[in-house]
């Protein structure tokens, strides 16, 4: 796998795995699996590896070396990002990204144009799915989380459609306890 990707360009690499057949994906997954797998079962992969995120999606979804999901390949080609309770991330669209463990809040403007690019039950329109995605090499750029001590914070993103804020009612309520206590 590392071999091809080292003779082309991301996006048709990118292609390649997602119209890859079972036994491409086997030929690539397997020997990262079998190699791998012990390392995974004794608990010794950390999260920012895309290994233990393979065994992690194959155990979650049940998935066999013989049904293996492009999606899997793409832990490889993807960015890997932990961000903290309060924290965010600004993606473009067209960009692939997922969402692996934990909770979050998905803002996007308004599109009928949800493409899935695997590890899913539902439909991946694979055609459709490599005319929009887009392969740039991105740094994904870490919004802080809101400071505790502010009332109404606003995520900074170049989105110009949608905002997210956050209302700390902690923070109203020691303004409103402070107005009471004078006498307001």
Same mark, same amino acid.
């Given at each position: 796998m590392a071999e091809k990707l080292c003779t082309q360009d991301l996006h048709s690499f990118y292609a390649d795995v997602m119209q890859a057949d079972q %036994?491409?994906?086997y030929q690539w997954l397997a020997p990262i699996i079998e190699q791998n797998y012990e390392a995974y079962a004794a608990n010794e992969l950390e999260l920012e590896n895309p290994d233990y995120w393979l065994f992690y999606s194959m155990e979650a979804m049940d998935i %066999?070396? @013989?049904k293996l999901d492009a999606g899997l390949v793409c832990f490889y080609l993807f960015n890997i990002v932990? &961000?903290?309770k309060g @924290? $965010? &991330?600004?993606q473009e669209? $067209? &960009?692939p990204h997922a969402y692996l463990r934990g909770q979050n809040i998905e803002l996007m403007a308004c599109s009928d144009n949800v493409i899935r690019g695997g590890l899913t039950p539902k439909y991946v329109d694979i055609p459709e799915l490599l005319k929009v995605v887009d392969c740039r090499e991105v740094e994904p750029q870490i919004i802080p989380a809101a400071p505790h001590d502010v009332r109404v914070f606003t995520y900074s993103t170049p989105a110009k459609d949608f905002a997210l804020q956050i209302f700390n009612m902690?923070?109203?309520k020691r303004i409103v306890s402070k107005f009471r206590a004078q006498g307001f």
């Open positions: %036994s491409q994906l %066999s070396l @013989e932990r &961000i903290k @924290e $965010g &991330i600004y669209a $067209g &960009i902690n923070v109203v």
